[in-house]
């Protein structure tokens, strides 16, 4: 079993941040996964996964992560648009592998199972794509914790 070095993050457009380091996520879950080929383009069948949910708590300094393609920061971008798309794991092997994750509505650029909160205290950003469960169902005592002793149990 291989231990996760970097997260990153891709929006429906593409753009999206990479190098988010163990020390900087706090709750996380990616469930459920499930592995399956299928045929990307007329010259290539490939392995794709997919996650039944996403929860994930960043610590601030995340936020200001700078993205790769439009310029503005990672807090600035999920914040404006609800449009996660996948989430690109990168263990310490350097293997990377690409989890897409939960889309719901009618819209292929908005995913109604998307829900995101930044704690005005800490500027922690909280992400919780589930067709069932939002942030405020996860996360309701953290989004407004002004504790930020949490972070120090942390090591990287």
Known sequence: MSRLKELGLVFENLDGVSGI??????GFYLGE??????RGSRISIQKNS???SLILQLRSDVNKLPLHMEGGTLAERIMEHQDLVYVEITDERGNKEEIYL????????????????????????????????????????????????FWRSYKS
């Not at 380091?21 to 706090?26: H, N, R």
């Open 21 to 26: 380091k163990p020390e900087q996520i706090g």
């Open 33 to 38: 996964l499930k592995t399956f080929y299928n």
């Open 50 to 52: 997919k996650a039944s």
């Open 102 to 149: 939960p889309w719901g509505g009618h819209s292929d650029y908005t995913n109604a199972y998307q829900s995101v909160h930044v704690n005005p205290e800490t500027n922690d950003l909280y992400i919780v794509i589930d067709p069932v469960k939002s942030v405020e169902d996860l996360f309701p005592d953290q989004m407004y914790d002004t504790d930020t002793n």
